[in-house]
């Protein structure tokens, strides 16, 4: 009987920390944030239309003396190094730019992009961003330029699609086409990753490398990401991708202006580099606590037994 009274008292103290102290603490370094924004509600709304043709006259004349857009067989004008003593950063390919930014957050970083990644606070004293505003550009052409984008993404993935069609159609193996397909997917995810983060972030568990040391002009150096889902978790990361600063006030990191889908594949593919055997820890979970449910009925057993002979 006593032993009972013992168990209640510690199952009272678990279930105290557990519900009331764990949470207060949590509140307290963590304090909760609004939801991630996809909408992205602090920019202007864009509702001009564009053309193609448009766009990518505009992107000529505009983005290549900078961006390559691999896909469009454009090479980047500038290597990697001399980029970054350019720029202190290295400008992204754009292939995939009109699939993985929403389109809000390219029309408002079109025109301001120190504003569009909420990093002001950074480019002040003459101090510029890398990227030039093109705020005196009309309406319909920074739709036409998005609609360029987009254009060339579709494009990019379609013939991704026909490509892995042809490679699963190779075989009749169901397993293997089923390992074929997980890996196109995986592939995406990473592209996405390199896209979106690869270019200030080092992920050493994937051997991912970042392009640009962003250490100068943003004052300070990104961390490695290979085990950020472990230290922050997916929810935390969701809001943050979305809204640094909604976690960090003041933070170098910008706000990245991913759709929802992108962001979804980037936490997946820092889950699968950084948490790869979550699927099997969780799977192992009820057997775990089954083993340790049968070991707690077993010890009762033998105690009561024991304790009957010295009785």
Not at 68 to 82: F, H, L, N, R
Not at 89 to 117: C, H, M, Q, R, W
Not at 178 to 190: G, V
Not at 196 to 212: F, L, N, Q, V
């Amino acid at each position: 009987m006593k032993e009972l009274k013992i168990l209640a008292v510690i199952v009272v103290f678990t279930g105290i920390t557990y519900w009331g102290v764990e949470p207060l603490a949590h509140s307290i370094f963590h304090p909760h944030v609004a939801p991630a924004d996809f909408k992205f509600a602090d920019l202007d709304r864009f509702e001009a239309e564009g053309t193609v043709a448009n766009g990518k006259s505009q992107v000529e004349m505009n983005c290549i003396a900078c961006h390559g857009i691999e896909s469009e067989g454009i090479v980047a004008p500038m290597d990697k190094q001399t980029a970054n003593m350019s720029y202190g950063v290295v400008p992204p390919d754009l292939s995939l730019a009109g699939a993985i930014y929403d389109e809000t957050f390219l029309a408002g970083f079109i025109k301001n992009p120190a504003k569009a990644t909420k990093t002001e606070h950074k480019f002040t004293g003459g101090k510029m961003h890398p990227m030039p505003g093109y705020d005196w550009m009309s309406n319909e052409d920074i739709a036409s330029i998005i609609a360029y984008l987009k254009e060339v993404s579709t494009k990019k993935l379609e013939k991704e699609a026909l490509e892995l069609k042809a490679e699963m159609n190779s075989t009749q193996d169901s397993t293997e086409q089923e390992a074929i397909k997980k890996a196109a997917e995986k592939a995406h995810r990473k592209e996405v990753f390199e896209n979106a983060c690869g270019r200030c972030h080092d992920m050493k568990y994937a051997k991912i490398e970042a392009t640009s040391d962003v250490s100068n002009y943003m004052g300070s150096t990104p961390p490695d990401l290979s085990m950020m889902i472990i230290a922050r978790g997916e929810k935390y990361l969701t809001t943050f991708i979305n809204d640094p600063q909604k976690h960090l006030h003041g933070t170098a990191m910008p706000r990245v202006g991913l759709n929802e889908n992108a962001q979804k594949a980037v936490i997946k593919y820092m889950e699968e580099t950084g948490d790869s055997k979550k699927e099997e820890r969780e799977a192992l979970a009820p057997w775990v606590l089954g083993f340790l449910g049968i070991m707690v009925i077993l010890s009762f057993l033998w105690k009561k037994e024991v304790w009957s002979e010295v009785k």
